[in-house]
């Protein structure tokens, strides 16, 4: 048990290398194949891990690129699906306060933030000391990123090398990990809520707003819906709590 | 394919063009995040929402990698897909909530629907 920064440093890096970080890695050796196919160089590649650090971002980019849709479409279209990076970023920056730290390290926080790393950041960073969350934090997304951009670069010069049915199941590690992420994640009733909600009202939410805004719209509902569940529970509680 | 804008092409081109439409407007968010955290107290009931809309947000996205996939995921039929999802979960309750036991489950049984689906 050791207490220092570069120990927490290793810890977050090996806890990352023990599963999530193979899991996005995996996830983003997909962009390879996509930007190989409008003429990116490998670098580029694996440098649209390491600067824009969201898949769904980089797959729109680069699809949109082959679909061959303007780049102010691209830039809207990029910025919609990482509005989530939003309450995501604030969600966990609170968690990672630290006295005087300033604008310039919580942009640099702000950046290694994505879904996996959000999930098991909410999940394991509460049990750790206040002092202790920044090195464990850095090294378990540094371990991310790194992994990711080599990731992606295999993805590259494997392009179209593997089975369907491989294929299938490596699309499917991303779904499949985010949703036990979460799950393990989700402490009282309201997390629990959100998830089941943030699920079944997304066909829904596509039939009204159509791709592209569905996810938002089904997470303000869903989320606001269990937050106000939450609150309700909370409320006699708070009175009791009262003195008399 | 989009072509470059008139007078940028050239070698820089596919770096300018990831900064510019891929990187930019996505730290856009987060370094809006960056001046709103400040103002936000963890245990505040805005960031009590801010939490619960961010999972439904994230769970939205599974929803629709799940529901509308594409590439090879597609090839599966949607009971596979959602057979394998509910896989996963029973298998990380059944492991004492094993992250790892989850996902080989959910994996294997999607794997096994896509060989059988694609006529192996």
Request: proline letters at 7%; a positive charge; hydrophobic letters at 55%.
């Amino acid at each position: 048990m050791t207490a220092s920064a570069g120990g927490r440093f290793l810890r977050g890096a090996r806890d990352a290398l023990v599963l999530p970080a193979w899991v996005i890695g995996f996830s983003l050796s997909g962009i390879g194949p996509l930007a190989r196919e409008v003429g990116h160089p490998i670098e580029i590649a694996m440098a649209s891990t390491l600067l824009v650090w969201a898949g769904p971002a980089q797959v729109l980019f680069y699809g949109s690129i082959a679909a061959g849709a303007a780049w102010g479409t691209i830039a809207l279209a990029v910025c919609l699906s990482s509005l989530r990076f939003l309450p995501m970023t604030v969600s966990i920056l609170p968690l990672l306060r630290r006295p005087g730290q300033g604008a310039f390290e919580q942009a640099l926080l702000a950046h290694y933030v994505t879904v996996t790393t959000w999930t098991e950041s909410l999940r394991r960073l509460p049990d750790l000391p206040v002092e202790g969350r920044v090195p464990y934090y850095l090294g378990f997304s540094n371990a991310c990123i790194l992994v990711s951009a080599g990731m992606t670069g295999v993805g590259y010069l494997l392009s179209g090398a593997l089975p369907l049915t491989l294929g299938a199941g490596l699309l499917f590690l991303t779904p499949v990990f985010f949703t036990l992420s979460l799950t393990a994640g989700a402490r009282a009733l309201p997390d629990a809520v959100a998830l089941v909600l943030g699920f079944a009202l997304t066909p829904l939410a596509t039939l009204l707003a159509g791709r592209g805004f569905d996810t938002l719209l089904t997470g303000v509902v869903a989320g606001t819906v269990a937050y106000l569940i939450g609150r309700a529970r909370r409320r006699p509680a708070d009175f009791e709590a009262l003195p008399p | 394919m989009t072509p470059p804008l008139a007078g940028l092409d050239g070698p820089w081109w596919p770096l300018l063009s990831l900064v510019l439409f891929a990187a930019l407007p996505t730290a856009l968010w987060r370094v809006m995040a960056v001046l709103f955290a400040r103002r936000i107290d963890e245990r505040s009931e805005a960031f009590t929402w801010v939490k619960t809309v961010a999972s439904a947000l994230v769970m939205s996205v599974v929803a629709g990698l799940v529901l509308s996939p594409s590439g090879a995921l597609a090839a599966v039929p949607l009971v596979g897909r959602l057979g394998s999802l509910v896989a996963g979960l029973a298998a990380f309750f059944l492991a004492r909530r094993s992250l790892a036991a989850g996902v080989v489950a959910g994996e294997a049984v999607l794997i096994a629907s896509a060989w059988y689906a694609m006529g192996r």
